[in-house]
């Protein structure tokens, strides 16, 4: 098991910026970006296969890039214009997300 571990999660205004990163202690080649806003399912945002094969959710499309360091094992999602509909903890797993994997998750709150 290759432990996930969240960070960069905050509070910032709508049309602000994060960026969150997800360190592993290994590399692992499929890794994807998920959140869960309250009372809601926990959906996948954006995935990243090998060194630059992505794909986003509709509603982050445009607005979120997911990237990666090998050199680090850690992958990134940076976040723009960021609305409260985005609001929700946000977690890193394997893509598929794999249950051993869950972490935490890291907190992002959008609000004026």
């Known amino acids: 098991q290759v432990p996930l571990v969240e960070s960069g999660g905050g509070l910032v205004q709508p049309g602000g910026s994060l960026r969150l990163s997800c360190a592993a202690s290994g590399s692992i080649f499929g890794m994807g970006w998920y959140r869960q806003a309250p009372g809601k399912a926990r959906e996948l945002v954006a995935w990243?296969?090998?060194?630059?094969?992505?794909n986003y959710s509709d509603s982050v499309k445009g607005r979120f890039t997911i990237s990666r360091s090998y050199g680090k094992n850690t992958v990134y999602l940076q976040m723009n214009s960021l609305k409260p509909e985005d609001t929700a903890v946000y977690y890193c797993?394997?893509?598929?997300?794999?249950?051993?994997?869950w972490g935490q998750g890291t907190q992002v709150t959008v609000s004026s």
């Open positions: 990243i296969r090998g060194p630059d094969f992505t």
């Open positions: 797993n394997k893509h598929p997300p794999d249950a051993l994997y």
